[in-house]
Structure formats: C-alpha cells, structure tokens
C-alpha cells in the first residue's frame, strides 16, 4: 500500500500564551489532498496545523500548533512514506522569546525580534531518495509581466526543495473552496489547470504524484 504524507494548514507562532503569528490558510487543499489520496486506496499521514476542517475519512491526522511541532510529526512520517505532500502554509519566522502569561499592554512603539523557523519541506527533501516529493508555491502570477519572475522563483523552489512537482497557487486561494493552479514539473513541463473545486485539484495532484511514482518505477 502506498504511504503518502499531507502537511497541511497554517502554523501558529506564540508571542505569549494568548497572541500568535499566523496566516489566512485554512487547510482546505491539504485536507482535500488526503481524502483524494485515502480514496485511491492510500495510507495517508495528515500533520495539521491548527484547522476546523473534519478529518477526511480513511486519514490518520496528527494535530500540530508550531513549524517546529510540524517538523517532528512530519518526520516521523516521512520515514516511512512513498509520497510526500507539502502543502501547509508553514510560518518562516517565530518570536525569538515566548513570553508567559499575558503580558499587559505597553505604549509606544515597539520591536519584535524574529527568528527563522526550520524549512520543512527543504528539510525532509534533502533525505527524499525515491520518495516523490511535492510541493507549493505561492506567487501571484495573473498578471503577465508577473509571470515569467513568479515562475522563475517556483523552479528555484522545486530545485532547491529537491520537489519532483512544485504547484504554483495565487494568494486569493487561501481561504477560498476552488483554486486555479499551475503545475511544475522537474523535468520542465508546465501545465496549468483550469480554476475549479480544491477537491477536483486534489485529485489530479494525487494522480500526478502516483503517476511519477510509478514512472520511478515504484508502483507496489
């Protein structure tokens, strides 16, 4: 049975006990992935960032708050899977000090010194061997002089991030149920996708990944 991995979501990066760092994701596409993957007869690892979304059936989830909770849940994982997505929406910074409780307010102007979080994706990539490896991109890209720069950035990404396909999505998809996509692959092919369901994208990412999967010559 092919083992696929799903990072999915945002990342919460705590100032105190009550304020964070985060982002809009809402999980939507990740989550959408899984199920995809699970109907297909996968055995599918969900690391979730902090979500609403139900658990799609069929998916083992383990619920994460953290880049660095992500990190090791994701790794875990990876250790055994065929097929990895990355598709949380992982924060790069985190505060260099967690404060406890909730400290009270302070006027003025003040600085919040910030500190790189680990890059899951590049670093589960550096130990892929035959696993397929995808992941994503956010660039907008609509308008044409945009394009080429946004397109040059994601295959700076899938090299450096050692992603068999990289799939480039516009910033007006988080949050939203459909999402036009473009997809990019190692060996240079471009195909982009028509704007529909996250769940119809879903499905052809996951066929896409088993396809190469297949190609590596690892189809069991």
């Known amino acids: 049975m092919t083992e696929i ?29 899984a199920s995809a993957a699970a109907a297909r007869g996968c ?3 969900l690391v979730a960032g902090p979500s609403s979304l139900p658990t799609p059936d069929g998916v083992h989830r383990v619920d994460v708050i953290s880049a660095r909770d992500m ?11 065929d097929v990895a997505f ?7 910074h ?19 010194e910030l500190v790189p979080n ?34 040059a950035r994601a295959k700076d990404k899938l090299a450096r991030k050692s992603f068999d396909l990289c799939v480039v999505n516009a910033p007006e998809a988080l ?7 473009v997809v990019l692959a190692r060996d240079g092919r471009i195909e982009e996708l028509p704007r ?14 088993l396809a190469q999967r297949a190609a590596n010559g690892d189809s069991s």
Request: proline fraction near 6%; hydrophobic fraction near 40%.
């Open 43 to 45: 055995s599918v690892t």
């Open 196 to 209: 529909q369901s996250k769940a119809k994208t879903a499905e052809l990412l996951v066929d896409k990944a």
């Open 71 to 81: 990190l090791d849940a994701a790794e875990t994982a990876f250790d055994r899977c």
């Open 94 to 112: 985190r505060p260099a000090r967690r404060a406890s409780g909730k400290p009270p307010k302070v006027e003025g102007p003040q600085t919040l």
């Open 5 to 33: 991995l799903v990072t999915a979501g945002p990342t919460r990066e705590h100032l105190d006990d009550v304020r964070f760092l985060s982002n809009g994701s809402t999980g939507r596409m990740g989550f959408a992935i």
């Open 118 to 151: 680990p890059d899951i994706a590049r670093t589960l990539g550096a130990r892929k061997g035959r696993r397929v490896c995808v992941g994503f991109a956010l660039e907008s890209y609509a308008d044409p002089a945009q394009r080429d720069a946004a397109f």
């Open 175 to 181: 949050g939203d149920a459909a999402s036009r996509v």
């Open 86 to 92: 990355f598709a949380a929406a992982v924060a790069d």
